[in-house]
């Protein structure tokens, strides 16, 4: 009987141990990849943790500057020309995704105070003046009867517009108008 020696596999290079074959090589591997990985995933939640954090507070971007500047300008402007009810009543918007308000809300509300809107001496939105609607004193209208559509007739070519006073006219199904 012929003696077989043991059987060894053939030298191989890239694996120079047998028992090491690729799938050994790729447990060894195996911690690099699972580092990686985790490296990986760690700066995707901290990207994510700066993104989320940061949207919720007021960017200063050029367009949302520049409509504050317009909204300061706009307050000023009607504080200056005593526009009462624009002043306190007209909503403005302090840009895309701000908070909306009037001109009195925005100088009188502490939340706002970095928007930079100004007090306005001149107006009392609270002790406002009563404005006279009726139709003459108040408008510069006169009661008429009005034309077949409902509208005031124009006069010697001047038109006339139908307006609501907040008096009643000496005569019944009379209209207000005014130039």
């Given at each position: 009987?012929?003696?077989?020696p043991t059987?060894?596999?053939?030298?191989?290079?890239?694996?120079?141990?047998?028992k090491?074959?690729p799938?050994?090589?790729?447990m060894?591997?195996?911690?690099?990849v699972?580092?990686?990985?985790?490296v990986?995933?760690?700066?995707?939640?901290?990207g994510?943790?700066?993104?989320?954090t940061r949207?919720d507070e007021?960017?200063?971007?050029?367009?949302q500057?520049?409509?504050?500047?317009?909204?300061?300008?706009?307050?000023?402007?009607?504080?200056?020309?005593?526009?009462?009810?624009?002043?306190?009543?007209?909503?403005?918007?302090?840009?895309?995704n701000?908070?909306?308000?009037?001109?009195?809300?925005?100088a009188n509300s502490?939340?706002?105070?970095?928007l930079?809107?100004?007090?306005?001496s001149?107006?009392?939105?609270?002790?406002r003046?009563?404005?006279?609607?009726t139709?003459?004193?108040?408008?510069?209208?006169?009661?008429?009867?009005?034309?077949?559509?409902?509208?005031?007739s124009?006069?010697?070519?001047i038109?006339?517009?139908?307006?609501?006073?907040?008096?009643?006219?000496q005569?019944?199904?009379?209209?207000?108008?005014?130039?």
């Amino acid at each position: 009987m012929k003696h077989h020696p043991t059987h060894h596999a053939p030298h191989n290079p890239t694996y120079p141990n047998h028992k090491r074959g690729p799938v050994h090589h790729l447990m060894e591997n195996k911690n690099l990849v699972v580092a990686i990985v985790a490296v990986f995933v760690l700066i995707i939640i901290v990207g994510a943790f700066f993104l989320f954090t940061r949207e919720d507070e007021v960017s200063e971007s050029p367009i949302q500057s520049t409509t504050v500047n317009s909204l300061v300008q706009t307050c000023d402007s009607w504080c200056n020309a005593v526009q009462i009810n624009d002043w306190c009543d007209f909503e403005l918007s302090a840009g895309e995704n701000l908070a909306k308000g009037s001109c009195y809300g925005f100088a009188n509300s502490p939340l706002y105070t970095q928007l930079g809107v100004k007090k306005c001496s001149t107006i009392d939105c609270n002790n406002r003046p009563e404005v006279d609607n009726t139709c003459v004193s108040g408008l510069g209208g006169v009661w008429d009867t009005p034309n077949s559509e409902d509208q005031c007739s124009s006069i010697n070519g001047i038109i006339r517009f139908v307006v609501a006073p907040t008096d009643e006219p000496q005569t019944p199904e009379q209209v207000c108008c005014v130039e």
